[in-house]
T-cell receptor, first 115, second 111 residues
Framework: DSGVTQTPKHLITATGQRVTLRCSPR?????VYWYQQSLDQGLQFLIQ???????AKGNILERFSAQQFPDLHSELNLSSLELGDSALYFC??????????????FGPGTRLLVL | DAKTTQPPSMDCAEGRAANLPCNHS???????VYWYRQIHSQGPQYIIH???NNETNEMASLIITEDRKSSTLILPHATLRDTAVYYC????????????FGGGTRLMVKP
């Protein structure tokens, strides 16, 4: 158990809909990262938040957005869903300091199926 | 981040050591070597990381060559539960860097 929690575990929805995925980082971690894993693309970084502010952006679609709240949990919002958005979505967290060799710890993921 | 090259798949007999290689010939002086594994569709699990020296923890050992252009992850006594995809990643170790996952090595531990 990494200490990172994600809800829900599974989500089934229809095209055009909007969903919200939730992540609670490990106690004390300030950084949250979101990754997407689809069958054809592998694991890809989407976005990072550090202490409530966006820190880095990867291959995140404009239909997707995220935020990190004062209690440090994070939500990933996916809208106007398409079939191709079906994937595993992972959240990871790290301490978020400036120490070198920092490690990210991953949650169990949310499996999204768009029908 | 430096690019890594790993064999797509490997087999290992249960109880034997599994040695997973990784080439990272373009690694920079301040880039760490990280290893993660993903068992089936679970979240990636951190295994070990290192900069220059060899490292060992309760899960594995990491051997980094002197020129740092390659490394080997060693699982000393592989079990069936070690069957997974193993990812070698090189990155600068600070909070601002995401992990870039390649294809990894699919390790199959056989009885």
């Amino acid at each position: 158990d990494s200490g990172v929690t994600q809800t829900p575990k599974h989500l089934i929805t229809a095209t055009g809909q909007r969903v919200t995925l939730r992540c609670s980082p490990r106690s004390g971690d300030l950084s949250v990262y979101w990754y997407q894993q689809s069958l054809d693309q592998g694991l890809q970084f989407l976005i990072q938040y550090y202490n409530g502010e966006e820190r880095a952006k990867g291959n995140i679609l404009e239909r997707f957005s995220a935020q990190q709240f004062p209690d440090l949990h994070s939500e990933l919002n996916l809208s106007s869903l398409e079939l191709g958005d079906s994937a595993l979505y992972f959240c990871a967290s790290s301490v978020g300091g400036r120490d070198r060799g920092e490690t990210q710890y991953f949650g169990p993921g949310t499996r999204l199926l768009v029908l | 981040d430096a690019k890594t090259t790993q064999p797509p798949s490997m087999d290992c007999a249960e109880g034997r050591a599994a040695n997973l290689p990784c080439n990272h010939s373009t690694i920079s002086g301040n880039e760490y070597v990280y290893w993660y594994r993903q068992i089936h569709s679970q979240g990636p699990q951190y295994i070990i990381h290192g900069l220059k020296n060899n490292e060992t923890n309760e899960m594995a050992s990491l051997i980094i060559t002197e020129d740092r252009k390659s490394s080997t992850l060693i699982l000393p006594h592989a079990t069936l539960r070690d069957t997974a995809v193993y990812y070698c990643i090189v990155r600068v170790g600070n909070a601002g860097n995401m992990l870039t996952f390649g294809g990894g090595t699919r390790l199959m531990v056989k009885p």
